[in-house]
């Protein structure tokens, strides 16, 4: 599912495999947001406890969270 991009809300994919799998709720933190108001650009990370498992860019908060899952899933391989 992962590989052929079919599986859109990485995010709750990810949040549910850490807590069944290491019994941990990920957390979403902002790195950088740049641009302008009507064009920012963010990166963020997700951590599980103090490691950070993935890293992601978009055009929103929530955009950059679900790439950031979706490279959490595929370092973590689940």
């Given at each position: 599912m992962l590989e052929s991009?079919?599986?859109k809300d990485?995010?709750?994919?990810?949040?549910?495999?850490?807590?069944?799998?290491?019994?941990?709720?990920?957390?979403?933190?902002?790195?950088?947001?740049?641009?302008?108001?009507?064009?920012?650009?963010?990166h963020?990370?997700?951590?599980l406890e103090k490691d950070l498992i993935g890293e992601g860019t978009g055009p929103s908060k929530q955009d950059a969270q679900q790439e950031a899952a979706r490279n959490a899933l595929e370092n973590k391989k689940w």
């Amino acid at each position: 599912m992962l590989e052929s991009g079919s599986y859109k809300d990485y995010k709750s994919l990810f949040q549910e495999q850490a807590q069944e799998r290491a019994g941990i709720t990920p957390t979403y933190v902002v790195f950088k947001e740049w641009g302008p108001d009507h064009a920012k650009h963010f990166h963020v990370g997700v951590y599980l406890e103090k490691d950070l498992i993935g890293e992601g860019t978009g055009p929103s908060k929530q955009d950059a969270q679900q790439e950031a899952a979706r490279n959490a899933l595929e370092n973590k391989k689940w």
